[in-house]
């Protein structure tokens, strides 16, 4: 606990102090409060962008679909190592062009480069909507740690969110980007000595892989397994494929890529982000050191059936890695890496906020309430919708069961994805006129939210499986709904976006001979620091 509380409050003094890092000559500016001055360089963005993607519940989360399904829990693995060679070229074009404009969302991109400030709403609500339940999921993290810790009660989130909420105000990108340099190292120190220490305990690699089969050969779900079964490798196929698509539509993880100095610092990052897949190759493999380990995952009340027959105790899985950690290290490095994984939470939490705040003010306050907003009146509106944000993913939290936060984290990923063509494609090409993006966005809302309406929650038990939920279970479409006769599954979003595309498509040839009001230049996608055209901050109005 003392090692704990004393990393907490090291990152804690550190949020705080972060205003006065590269002190700028004021905060009253987006480009200063939400953008770190727009002059981070290669390490600092490394740290930040990595910071961001692979947050507390990534660390939490993955082992313990490793620990319960096995094999199938490897699919973030393969997904971010295909995302970075496909966002490369993309991202520095959205760098340029941001930089030559002053864009600081992707959604002001949108609303230039189609002229449609109605497509350009629908994208920043898009993701605000997705961003809010990923911020909940991170008090997940937070929650498990605690609950593992014997501390029970609201108090301590309560308190952890507001210190961040206080910090992020204050300091703005700043510090989480400072907070990334700690929250990054503790977690390399955790995994490298977690892969190298705990094997040594459990019989080494072999036994641990043993431990695993043994437990899958006996478990009474299809789909478990050290190897993925032939049904389900479309699903994982597409889940991986379709996740890394994903990635870099959420507007959070566009502020850190906004917030670089230079073209070259997007491609030195985009080359050396794997290594922090690397890591998380090594951290799914705790659930398999969980399983020979014996652990047993925290339990709540009971789990029922739709038609009321009883499953058994409602198991927490996110309990898995903490209680690894309590269980394997002494006390004191338990401490060391629970606060890595509370810390891990923080971060990425305060650069979600930043980025949904920025889309609420430049993309709707702007736009719609007060055209005629000063610099200062945005920092200051995009400070407030921060505290808000916050404010809601804990009440979020606080008043609804933590599965409702996971379930609207499955369905963000699905509705972020339909931002691809709007965002991700229109960086490469001009050719979509708006009302055919919109119908394309709106055709694969519809779609996606359909197939995961019809995807049911199913418990596996030795006398078959129950279903204990009927809608929302999961994002395993069956593609026999589509009356195709097969069992074979694909990922939701994945189908839902190529539908997207389609409408899109035909939308856009039935539109032809319509102009689009394009404010961009070809031009624009590839200037780069130093370029006349790349301009200098400018001067914060009262």
């Known amino acids: 606990m003392t090692v704990f509380l004393a990393l907490f409050l090291l990152v804690t003094v550190m949020g705080f102090l972060a205003s006065r890092w590269r002190r700028a000559a004021t905060m009253e500016h987006l480009d200063e409060w939400g953008l770190g001055g727009r002059s981070f360089g290669g390490w600092i963005t490394w740290f930040l962008v990595g910071g961001d993607l692979y947050t507390a519940y990534t660390f939490v989360a993955v082992p313990a679909l490793v620990f319960g399904a096995g094999a199938a829990g490897f699919f973030a693995v393969p997904y971010t190592i295909v995302v970075y060679p496909i966002v490369f070229l993309v991202l520095i074009r959205l760098w340029s062009v941001s930089h030559v404009h002053g ?42 740690v605690l609950k593992t810790m014997g501390i029970e009660g609201e108090l301590p989130i309560v308190l952890a969110f507001a210190v961040l909420a206080a910090y992020t105000y204050n300091s703005g990108l700043r510090a989480p980007a400072l907070i990334a340099f700690v929250k990054d190292s503790l977690i390399y120190v955790v995994i490298l000595v977690a ?107 009971e789990l029922v059936g739709v038609d009321g027959t009883p499953v058994g105790p409602r198991a927490d899985s996110n309990t898995v890695v903490p209680l690894l950690f309590e269980q394997m290290f002494p006390d004191w490095f338990a401490g060391f890496a629970f606060a890595a994984v509370a810390i891990g939470a923080l971060v990425p939490a305060a650069i979600m906020s930043i980025a949904a705040a920025n889309l609420w003010t430049r993309n709707v306050y702007k736009e719609y309430l007060n055209k005629d907003a000063t610099p200062a009146q945005e920092a200051r509106s995009s400070k407030l919708a921060s505290l808000v944000v916050k404010l809601g993913a804990l009440l979020a939290i606080l008043a609804l069961d933590p599965q409702f936060s996971i379930d609207l984290q499955l369905i963000g990923g699905v509705i972020i994805l339909q931002t691809l063509p709007a965002v991700g494609i229109a960086l490469c090409t001009a050719w979509f006129r708006p009302q055919a993006l919109l119908a394309g966005w709106a055709a694969g809302l519809v779609a996606g939210a359909w197939m995961l309406w019809t995807v049911p929650q199913t418990a596996f038990t030795p006398d078959g499986p129950v279903v204990v939920r009927e809608h929302f279970g999961g994002s395993a479409f069956r593609l026999d709904e589509l009356g195709l006769g097969t069992d074979a599954q694909v990922y939701a979003g994945f189908l839902a976006v190529l539908l997207n595309v389609v409408v899109a498509v035909l939308v856009n040839l039935a539109l032809r001979g319509r102009a689009v009001d394009d404010a961009t230049a070809e031009a624009d996608y590839h200037a780069d620091a130093g370029d006349p055209r790349v301009r200098d901050l400018p001067e914060a109005a009262g």
Do not use: C
Request: hydrophobic residues 50%; proline residues 7%; aromatic residues 8%.
């Open 103 to 144: 864009y600081v969302t992707p959604a002001d991109f949108v609303r230039a480069r189609s002229g449609s400030p109605t497509l350009a709403l629908a994208v920043a609500v898009t993701g605000i909507v997705a961003t809010m339940p990923y911020i909940a999921l991170q008090l997940v993290g937070i929650e498990a």
């Open 195 to 301: 892969v190298l220490y705990i094997p040594s305990q459990v019989g080494g690699w072999d036994g641990i892989f043993a431990a695993a089969e043994e437990k899958f050969a006996a478990s009474p779900n299809p789909g478990d397994g050290v190897v993925l079964g032939g049904p389900a490798q479309l699903q994982y196929a597409t889940l991986a494929l379709g996740s890394a698509l994903a990635l870099f539509l959420y507007p959070h993880s566009l502020t850190g890529v906004l917030a670089a100095r230079s073209r070259d610092t997007i491609k030195r990052n985009m080359a050396a982000l794997p290594a922090y897949t690397f890591l998380l190759g090594l951290l799914a493999l705790l659930g398999y050191m969980a399983i020979a380990a014996g652990v047993t995952p925290l339990t709540s009340g």
